[in-house]
């Protein structure tokens, strides 16, 4: 059978490598860069991957950069809490261990690197091409079956919101990262690498240990609450109104301003490359699985053009991970059952997606206005190794908080549970 994948991002590459390892299928990518213009771009994520993502990158044999990229062994939280004075805070401050390591590898490498490892495949093709509507309608009948991973681009406008699923119709932070070396050990950190979630009122600050072009780094990131005094960057995600410098700059002063006591540690930092900065922001939407191309064709979206969240969990390429993994094992199932790629095939399969990707959404936008019991069991966590454990795995696997975390009765229980056996 014949693929197409629009889109050589975190969903398109993953399924494209699993899909021309599989007998019987050959695969076009169609990606909007060459490998050379990736890898010099700006970059795209932060990106961290859980145990389970990796593990699917590991069976595809496409974890190339696994061994140079540090592990990160955990997940800590220093949260401000109300009626402390600043110098004070962060009142909440833990860290509990992650039971599968998680990494984070700067989609420059790893796109352009899986591109080009893609074109030595022999079941594969790759065509530098930037997609359009007219485009897919004109190409989509050569194929039997085509996935749309293209992100956040134009293209993806073409698929309907899902408003049953969609919760939001404005952005929910302002996104602002930096890939930065220079930065000290967290005092409060263990001695191996952690992501540090820092909590305030005005938006979060993340500190992800992580690999790009020139070796290990540090990529900080700041989700700001819209209009707040940490919405300080550029307005929408590509949009690169200020320099390198002046990025970094205002970087810093947020650091020293809203989450001073990481400011010192970072205060030396300076960008890995002169593109190693991005801003912006987006809404997050669950779109429409199908699209009509015209009256024989359909085709699929995957990734974000299926389920775009915000990143304040850090779901979205693990997310993309899944759904490549989904349609592999969808594709190599029809393939052995002898069935045809039609939509019920297709809604079928975005529906095992679904199955999982709610769970990450669900989580993510708790994380953007948490409840009172949630900020509780946050709070409660920093006693507790148990419900640390339980918080910060729930990060690689959110369907382990669909009986607890949002139930206020039932964590109430669990937490009062942990208390009585401690
Ligand atoms: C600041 C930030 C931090 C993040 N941090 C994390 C994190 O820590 N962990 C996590 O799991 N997720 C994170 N995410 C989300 C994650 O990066 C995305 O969800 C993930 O990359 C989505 O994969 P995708 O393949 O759907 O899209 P993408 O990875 O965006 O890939 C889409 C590809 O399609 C290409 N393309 C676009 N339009 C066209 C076209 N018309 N024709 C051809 N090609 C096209 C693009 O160039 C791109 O290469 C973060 C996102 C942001 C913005």
Redesign the pocket.
């Known amino acids: 059978m014949r693929v197409l994948v ?8 993953a399924t494209a490598c699993g899909l021309a390892q599989t007998d019987g299928v050959e695969v076009t990518v ?4 060459t490998p050379d213009e ?1 890898r010099k771009g700006h970059v ?7 145990g389970h ?1 990796l593990a699917f990158e590991r069976e595809l044999g496409i974890n190339f950069w696994e061994e140079k990229t540090p592990d990160i062994g955990g997940i800590g939280l220093s949260a401000m809490a109300p009626g402390v004075p600043m110098e004070q805070q962060p009142a909440i401050d833990w860290w509990a261990p992650l039971e599968l390591t998680a990494q ?1 590898v700067d ?1 420059r490498i790893k ?1 352009a690197g899986l591109l080009e490892y893609l074109k030595g495949l022999p079941g594969a093709t790759v065509i530098t ?4 509507s007219g485009e897919l309608a004109r190409t989509a009948g050569k194929y039997d079956l085509v996935l749309v ?8 406008k073409m698929f309907g919101r899902d408003d049953e699923r969609s919760s939001y119709t404005k952005p929910q932070r302002a ?3 930096v890939y930065v070396n220079g930065v000290e050990p967290g005092a409060t950190d263990p001695d191996h690498p952690i992501v540090r979630f820092n909590a305030t009122p005005w938006g979060e600050l ?1 500190m ?1 240990p992580g690999l790009t072009k020139s070796g290990p780094c540090h990529i900080l ?1 700041i989700e700001a609450r819209p209009d707040g005094p940490l919405d300080r960057f550029e307005p929408d ?1 590509g949009e690169r109104i200020l320099s390198p410098d002046e990025h970094l700059r205002r970087f810093k002063d947020a650091l020293r301003e809203h989450f001073p006591w990481q400011y010192e540690r970072c205060s030396k930092a300076e960008l890995t490359d002169p593109t190693a900065y ?1 801003a ?1 922001r ?1 809404v997050p939407t669950i779109r429409k699985p199908l699209l009509r191309i015209d009256a024989e064709h359909t085709v699929l979206a ?5 389920v ?2 915000d ?1 304040i969990a ?8 899944w ?1 490549a993994k989904v349609v592999v094992d969808a594709v190599r199932e029809r393939l052995q059952e002898g069935g045809p790629f039609d939509d019920a095939w297709k809604l079928a399969t975005a529906e095992r997606q679904w199955a999982i990707a709610q769970h990450s959404v669900r989580f993510s936008n708790t994380l953007l206005d948490p409840p009172e019991y949630v900020l509780g069991a946050l709070g409660a966590a920093g006693q507790f190794p148990d419900v640390r454990r339980w918080l910060v795995n729930g990060f690689a696997q959110p369907s382990d908080f669909a009986d607890r975390l949002y139930d206020p009765a039932a964590l109430q229980q669990y937490l009062a549970g942990v208390a009585g056996a401690a």
Do not use: C, R, W
């Open positions: 629009v889109g050589a991002g975190q969903a398109g590459l169609m990606s909007h860069k990736i795209l994520s932060t990106q961290v991957i859980f993502g984070s989609q796109f091409n930037f997609t359009t991973g293209a992100g956040k681009s134009e293209l993806v996104l602002s990262v993340f992800i990131f995600i991005l912006g987006y995957i990734g974000d053009v299926f775009q969240q990143p850090g779901q979205g390429a693990n997310m993309a991970t759904n």
